[in-house]
């Protein structure tokens, strides 16, 4: 009786083989790059010439070129090519993160040491000079009113406009449209400040300051990143869950409303977040259409109100006591930036819950 496993197993025992022949060991990477770091640290520091960006760079440099010989020998060319790839690509993402983390860590190291209660809780009324007093409370109010007034004009405004272009087909009012779109995108944000105090100086009259105003111009650089985040979104949703709905004779509008929207729920949100973060850190058009004001005002619709961008620009911009020694204002500058960075932060992981909650179960516990 013959055995007819036999070629079987031996080709098995071939393919193994060959799947873990010429191996590099797993934490190669991490030890060439160690020793990297420390070969070009201790040639820098003996020329005398030792700096921590230098060293990262050099280490980077020597470990690409070092792996990329030694998987070449062991693995072969196409395993060294990938490896390359890979050390490119992590590279790559760690220059990312430099400025990220630099930005990060000095608005830390200068906004902590006047972020507290009180400057929180108290607004620049009757603060003058280089008086240690004064907080940040009107700006925040501003801010958030005047972005959350934005956010309800643009949202549904940019929401039914990437609805009719990705669910009703491309026709010759959609293209105009999406030329328009991609017009907006590049707009300045000056501009939008300028056209809103020119729309509402019709209105009101010259020299008109409102909250309104601002929403209105933040309202216009929001819609085309609103439409074009909303409209990719829209596009990722396959078409067989809206044939299966049109199957069942469900309506048009009601598998939009039903089926579409509720599927892309985590993008559209993730979509108007990015919307927000555009513009709320955005001081031109507020310096043009809200004014300046020490006090706070809740009324989007009557007088002057403040916003962090606009409050961090006229901190900073008063600059240095005539003796030459860094005022007060400099500080509040930096508390009221570090601000501005926790409520987008607050903004996003609010976003995070809602998508999270509000986006179909996927059927996992």
Known sequence: MTRVTAPVDIEASLVARRLTHGRLPRHTPIAVFVASLAVVAGVLALFDAFSIPLTVF???????VALLVASRVVEGGRAARDRLATTLMYSAFGLALIPLISLLWTVLQYG?????????SYTMRGVYGGMDAGGVYHAIIGTVEITAFATLISVPVGLLTAVYLVEYGPSRLGRAITFFVDVMTGIP??????????LFALLFGPGVRMGVVGSVALAVLMIPVVVRASEEMLK????ELREAAYALGVPKWLTIVKVVL????AGLVTGVMLAI???IGE??????TVGVVDSANFNLFDGRMMTLPVYVFRQYSQG????GVTTINYDRAWAAALTLIIIVMLLFLVARLVSRFFSPKTGRR
């Open 58 to 64: 050099l280490g980077v440099v020597v470990h690409a």
């Open 283 to 288: 001081t031109a058009p507020l310096l043009i």
């Open 262 to 265: 509720r599927t892309a729920a």
């Open 320 to 323: 240095l006591a005539p003796n």
């Open 277 to 279: 973060a555009r513009v």
């Open 112 to 120: 902590l040491e006047r972020f507290d209660g009180y400057f929180l």
């Open 189 to 198: 944000s000056i501009v939008a400040g300028l056209f809103a105090y020119a």
């Open 236 to 239: 990722l949703v396959p078409n």
